[in-house]
């Protein structure tokens, strides 16, 4: 499971579905292009269940939280029991506001922005080295940041950045941070690994991953709480599309019969059948009874009263 999810290998998929739109051709491209489209749709449904999830999240020694690539973003959390609003970026810079809220003691959690390893960088520079659990000796990732002057990484050239061989050895420079990552698709997971005296792994990037980021928030502590550092952040986070491109990657959501369903609805939607809607809502039910069987359980749904007036039941979220 990943994550109240169920998973499947794209090859898996292929040799159970690929004759439903490519039949006579089950080895044609386009499978691929089909199940990121379908995915894409997915993800953005609100009919969809699987879109967001409750996770809990390792505070790092300064307080903040990194996401996991698959995830986009959180839209509330708690801590040691107790909510913790989480306000826009822009909250910071209101005229009227509380300014940087580092060490404010108010208790808020603010996203500090999005950043292309996931691991928050050291103060010690150090140099850096990509492998990969696939062959892709010969993809270079153009890396960016600053070396352990202060200075802009620039090449030869005088360009701002340097390309890094996957699987070629540490980086000629020392890094003291890493600003952006531009990668090419890969067959394998690629490894950023920090060469210091004890090496850390900053990130692990998916093959379909190009440009990653990943998004960071800082959670300011109320002011009876010294430290946070180790804490553990309950949030309700939405999920991200993480698109395939080998037939080793994982598909998640993997549940059979919704593929089924979703693979028969994108090849009448490309001919235009009017019926692929209906089949779209099967898939979409399917999909949706794997998490209701993971998550099932008694709601309560409280009656409102305003002044003795019965305004109707609310749904809770989840």
């Avoid at 108010?106 to 062959?135: K, N, W």
């Avoid at 998640?252 to 009017?274: F, H, T, Y």
């Amino acid at each position: 499971m990943h994550h109240g999810l169920s998973q499947v290998r794209v090859a898996e998929l292929r040799a159970r579905y690929a004759q439903i739109g490519f039949a006579g051709d089950e080895t044609d491209p386009a499978f691929l292009t089909d199940l990121n489209e379908i995915l894409e749709h997915l993800y953005s449904l609100n009919d969809w269940k699987g879109g967001s999830g409750v996770f809990s999240l390792a505070l790092s020694s300064t307080g903040r939280v990194t996401l996991p690539y698959f995830l986009e973003g959180i839209k509330a959390c708690r801590l040691d029991k107790t909510p913790r609003p989480v306000l826009s970026v822009g909250y910071e810079f209101l005229r009227h506001g509380p300014g940087d809220l580092e060490d404010q003691g108010l208790g808020m959690v603010v996203p500090e922005g999005e950043f292309p390893v996931r691991a928050e960088f050291p103060s010690t520079p150090a140099t850096i080295t990509l492998t990969s659990s696939q062959d892709d000796s010969t993809k270079i990732c153009r890396l960016y940041g600053l070396d352990d002057e202060g200075n802009e990484v620039r090449d030869s050239e005088g360009l701002p950045g340097i390309d890094l061989t996957i699987g070629a050895g540490a980086s000629s420079v020392t890094f003291a941070s890493l600003t952006g990552v531009v990668k090419p698709i890969t067959r394998g997971r690629v490894t950023v690994t920090l060469n210091t005296a004890t090496p850390l792994v900053l990130s692990v990037y998916e093959p379909s991953v190009t440009i990653p980021l990943y998004r960071r928030y800082k959670v300011d502590p109320v002011s009876t709480e010294s430290n946070l550092a180790g804490e553990t952040l309950e949030a309700w986070c939405s999920r991200r599309v993480v698109p395939v491109v080998n037939e080793e990657d994982w598909v998640v959501p993997g549940n059979s019969r919704g593929w089924k369903l979703a693979l028969i609805a994108q090849a009448m939607e490309n001919n235009s059948d009017r019926n692929a809607a209906t089949f779209w809502q099967n898939a979409v039910d399917a999909f949706n009874q794997e998490i209701e069987k993971h998550t099932s359980g008694e709601n309560q749904i409280p009656n409102i009263q305003i002044f003795g007036l019965e305004v109707g039941n609310i749904e809770p979220v989840r």
